[in-house]
């Protein structure tokens, strides 16, 4: 009887299929995380806008539940700054998706933002809402 001798190869190291699908989910699970971070940003600055809008909202009712006779139109960012919750020494902005600033404009019920320079009396200036709707609470104070 002949005898078979079996070489038993030492396995060291990947192969590199096994490298590749590796490199693949790590790839994958990087993508989706940026993606929700950037996502997950965007909210937040809706949200703090949505915030920022409602804190305008409240000062402009209170100052003209103390003024029943000022129009709305003749509102302005002076009027309503004591009147702001916590007493910022300048009036609230908020950052758009692209990090400029933008302006809320006070000249309306319920005010908004636009990326604009506001004065009061003027035509009301292009808003600012990314989301598309303006009952979301998102880039505006909905209603």
């Not at 995380?33 to 920022?52: H, I, M, P, Q, V």
């Not at 305008?56 to 302005?76: C, E, F, G, I, M």
């Not at 009396?121 to 880039?139: F, H, I, N, Q």
């Amino acid at each position: 009887m002949k005898s078979r001798v079996h070489v038993q190869l030492s396995r060291r190291g990947f192969t590199l299929l096994e490298m590749t699908l590796v490199i693949s989910v790590l790839l994958l699970l990087i993508t989706v995380g940026l993606k929700s971070t950037s996502a997950f940003k965007t909210w937040r600055l809706a949200r703090e806008a949505g915030d920022t809008l409602r804190n305008v909202y409240v000062a402009q009712r209170t100052y003209l539940a103390d003024n029943p006779t000022t129009p709305v139109t003749s509102l302005t960012h002076a009027l309503l700054l004591p009147y702001i919750q916590n007493g910022p020494a300048v009036f609230p902005t908020a950052k758009s998706l692209t990090n400029t600033n933008l302006n809320v404009f006070v000249g309306v019920s319920p005010p908004f933002l636009t990326a604009t320079a506001t004065t009061s009396g003027a035509v009301p200036p292009a808003r600012y809402d990314p989301s598309g709707s303006t009952t979301d609470s998102l880039w505006d104070v909905g209603e």
